[in-house]
């Protein structure tokens, strides 16, 4: 009862914007409405992902939990685009945006271990992860997701998110309050350029 309480509002916001796209006969979907709970989706997930990074590098004993909530962001994600693209792409999105959490994982704990080794390991997995997410996303709206602008920002959001646990790594405060903010901006322009290339994509959804 306590995980389906706790899943229930982001549920409840993906089906009230999402799920008109999935039958032919449905009224036509609100384009604010589709924004705003795009960006709510990504939000999240930077949201999670600098929980998850203070409780794990703390060894915090929310870290768990955190990581339960980090995780389903994922699966949120990827329910989120399959009236548009087909439950196979929502898979496959949510399958790409776990693996770029474990490999998160792994290179928070390497370089809390300072384990050079494997924290350039990880590094070359999460950049070769990012690029297919920017694949995936291209390959299903090239006109309105280009390659090269999704390659861009999601390499941005990496660089972005490692200044986070560089720096408190280091302790430095007001240098990991910058770097959310970087990232926290940086993934809600991501969030909007895909809202609108899906509304660009499948005008006849939306209404005005």
Same mark, same amino acid.
Request: with cysteine; hydrophobic share 45%; proline share 3%.
């Given at each position: 009862?306590?995980?389906?309480?706790?899943?229930?509002?982001?549920?409840?916001?993906?089906?009230?914007?999402?799920?008109?796209?999935?039958?032919?006969?449905?009224?036509?979907? %609100?384009?604010?409405?589709?924004?705003?709970?795009?960006?709510?989706?990504?939000?999240?997930?930077?949201?999670?992902?600098?929980?998850?990074?203070?409780?794990?590098?703390?060894?915090?004993?929310?870290?768990?939990?955190?990581?339960?909530?980090?995780?389903? /962001?994922?699966? %949120?994600?990827?329910?989120?685009?399959?009236?548009?693209?087909?439950?196979?792409?929502?898979?496959?999105?949510? #399958?790409?945006?776990?693996?770029?959490?474990?490999?998160?994982?792994?290179?928070?704990?390497?370089?809390?271990?300072?384990?050079?080794?494997?924290? #350039? %390991?990880?590094?070359?997995?999460?950049?070769?992860?990012?690029?297919?997410?920017?694949?995936?996303?291209?390959?299903? /709206?090239?006109? /309105?997701?280009?390659?090269?602008? =999704?390659?861009?920002? =999601?390499?941005?959001?990496?660089?972005?998110?490692?200044?986070?646990?560089?720096?408190?790594?280091?302790?430095?405060?007001?240098? %990991?309050?910058?770097?959310?903010?970087?990232?926290?901006?940086?993934?809600?322009?991501?969030?909007? =350029?895909?809202? =609108?290339?899906?509304? /660009?994509?499948?005008?006849?959804?939306?209404?005005?």
């Amino acid at each position: 009862m306590k995980k389906q309480t706790l899943w229930l509002p982001v549920l409840l916001l993906v089906c009230a914007c999402f799920p008109a796209a999935a039958s032919a006969g449905a009224s036509l979907m %609100d384009r604010s409405a589709f924004h705003d709970a795009m960006r709510k989706l990504w939000e999240d997930h930077v949201t999670w992902t600098r929980l998850f990074v203070v409780s794990a590098l703390a060894d915090l004993p929310d870290k768990g939990s955190t990581t339960e909530r980090l995780v389903q /962001n994922q699966s %949120d994600i990827g329910n989120a685009i399959k009236p548009f693209y087909g439950d196979a792409a929502g898979e496959k999105l949510t #399958a790409l945006l776990k693996e770029h959490i474990v490999i998160a994982a792994e290179l928070i704990a390497a370089a809390k271990a300072n384990d050079q080794v494997k924290q #350039a %390991d990880a590094t070359k997995r999460w950049l070769t992860n990012a690029d297919g997410i920017a694949s995936f996303l291209s390959n299903a /709206n090239a006109r /309105n997701w280009p390659l090269e602008e =999704m390659m861009s920002m =999601m390499r941005e959001h990496l660089n972005e998110t490692t200044a986070e646990v560089v720096a408190r790594l280091k302790s430095d405060w007001p240098a %990991d309050v910058a770097a959310y903010e970087r990232v926290h901006g940086q993934m809600l322009q991501m969030a909007d =350029m895909l809202s =609108m290339g899906i509304i /660009n994509q499948f005008p006849e959804r939306f209404g005005k």
